[in-house]
């Protein structure tokens, strides 16, 4: 199997259960620049996950079938029924979702070498960049060390009609650490100031940076570095509130994130080990942040956005937070939407590919055997997140694993679809709480 695909965990260290605050949302909407996003929700760049097809596919298709069981989380005695509540709030939940009732307010790409995206042709740079309208507002994320070739990158992005364009000084991968790309930078604060200034020179959309805390906890700079970019004319920061010598272990320490937004003024994205609505809550709740950043939860509960947007539109008409739960036909509706859009998604770009090169049709050949294997390889990854904690996962992921192409892939999710073993049974397998992460994951 290819590295690619080689499964890695990057799983939650004895997650904290956060109890729903009393008081405390995520906000409606914030800004970034001159641009509104609304609810106050952002997907994380993943890289091996947030392609074109992930990001529209939860942007798009992470609804409910129906309003499903709902999570009464604040109520009080005497507090009026919670399916009246619902019933009367779903209009009011409806309003206010925005960004086609997803709930999720920004999306990001994968992070994108400037490097490479410097010296790729006009072609191969279009693919890598590639989004479709209904992505917008979307943020491209670039990471490299070079100043100038971060500049370059930054304008070509903007070109290609990015809303935001982010840099990433959070990636503890070695392989971009080694060229100081990523978390490598957060040991050389003036290189950082150079990079800040060299693309807020390039571009006039807004400019954003991710990163973690610090190198290790001898060497922690998020509140220097966040007054930098606030300083340097950035429009806002996001903060994964661990080092890069944590990794993923331990818990996000979400103080720091607090201690970042007391220092600031431009707006402050937390990240971090957030995985119901109850962790969305609670993170603003302890830091005050302006809005909430979701990783590892995405690919796992598709639907979280949408849940946090419904706690937050019901909290905010009658004080009580309530939201959805998805049933097991929300699951597989997940499942075959998704693995139809990889599927459609390699037709499209394999139409692409035969328009341009009529003339190197071995080329054309091999490249679409790449798409295919790469296709049904995110296959297998996603049915191994989205399978676990229904009826009869394990068998519809026993048939995804040998199945040798999109199609035939689809095929069992359709026949699994179609005559579900236990639908309406008690018995479920253990949700998963674990999350295996692509081997070529960073941060
Ligand atoms: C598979 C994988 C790939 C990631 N790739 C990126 C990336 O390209 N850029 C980035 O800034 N962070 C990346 N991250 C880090 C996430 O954006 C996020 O900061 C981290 O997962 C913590 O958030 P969470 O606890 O909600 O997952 C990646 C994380 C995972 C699990």
Not at 1 to 21: G, I, N
Not at 44 to 71: H, L
Not at 170 to 185: F, T, W
């Amino acid at each position: 199997m290819k590295k690619r695909y080689t499964l890695e965990q990057k799983k939650w260290d004895s997650p904290v259960e956060h109890a729903m605050p009393a008081q405390a949302r995520v906000p409606a909407s914030f800004t970034i620049g001159n641009v509104t996003i609304a609810p106050a929700t952002v997907l994380a760049p993943m890289a091996g996950v947030t392609d074109t097809v992930f990001r529209r596919f939860i942007k798009n298709a992470s609804q409910f079938t129906a309003a499903s069981t709902t999570t009464d989380v604040d109520a009080t005695p005497g507090a009026p029924h919670l399916e009246e509540m619902w019933a009367q709030d779903a209009t009011a939940v409806e309003q206010a979702t925005t960004n086609q009732q997803s709930g999720c307010g920004l999306i990001m790409t994968e992070f994108t070498s400037a490097d490479g995206l410097s010296r790729m042709r006009e072609t191969k740079r279009k693919r890598y960049l590639t989004y479709y309208d209904d992505e917008h507002p979307i943020s491209a994320q670039l990471f490299g060390s070079n100043p100038e070739t971060l500049a370059d990158s930054a304008r070509i992005v903007q070109d290609a009609g990015f809303d935001i364009v982010d840099l990433n000084l959070g990636c503890p991968a070695k392989r971009v650490v080694a060229c100081n790309g990523g978390s490598g930078l957060l040991k050389d604060l003036p290189q950082i100031e150079r990079i800040f200034k060299a693309i807020r020179a390039a571009v006039t959309i807004p400019f954003t940076v991710k990163f973690r805390m610090g190198w290790n906890d001898n060497h922690i700079v998020c509140v220097e570095l966040a007054k930098l970019a606030e300083d340097n004319g950035l429009n806002a920061c996001a903060l994964h509130a661990r080092t890069r010598e944590d990794g993923y272990t331990g818990q996000a320490r979400w103080e720091y994130i607090a201690a970042v937004k007391d220092a600031v003024s431009i707006p402050v994205i937390g990240n971090g080990d957030i995985r119901t609505p109850e962790d969305a809550a609670a993170m603003v709740e302890a830091t005050n942040c302006d809005a909430v950043m979701i990783g590892r939860t995405a690919p796992a509960n598709p639907w979280i956005f949408r849940q946090i947007a419904q706690y937050t539109a019901s909290k905010e008409a009658t004080g009580v937070g309530i939201y959805d739960h998805p049933t097991n036909e929300d699951r597989y509706r997940m499942i075959r939407t998704y693995f139809q859009m990889l599927v459609d998604e390699i037709a499209l770009e394999d139409a692409a590919e035969a328009a341009r090169a009529e003339a190197i049709i071995a080329s054309g050949q091999i490249a679409r055997e790449k798409r295919n294997r790469d296709a049904v390889g995110k296959m297998k990854q996603f049915a191994a997140w989205f399978t676990h904690g229904v009826p009869g996962g394990g068998a519809l992921r026993k048939q995804i694993f040998e199945s040798k192409n999109g199609n035939a892939v689809i095929a069992a999710v359709e026949q699994f679809f179609e005559n579900p073993p236990t639908f309406n049974s008690e018995e479920t397998e253990a949700p998963d709480t674990t999350l295996e992460a692509l081997g070529a994951g960073c941060d």
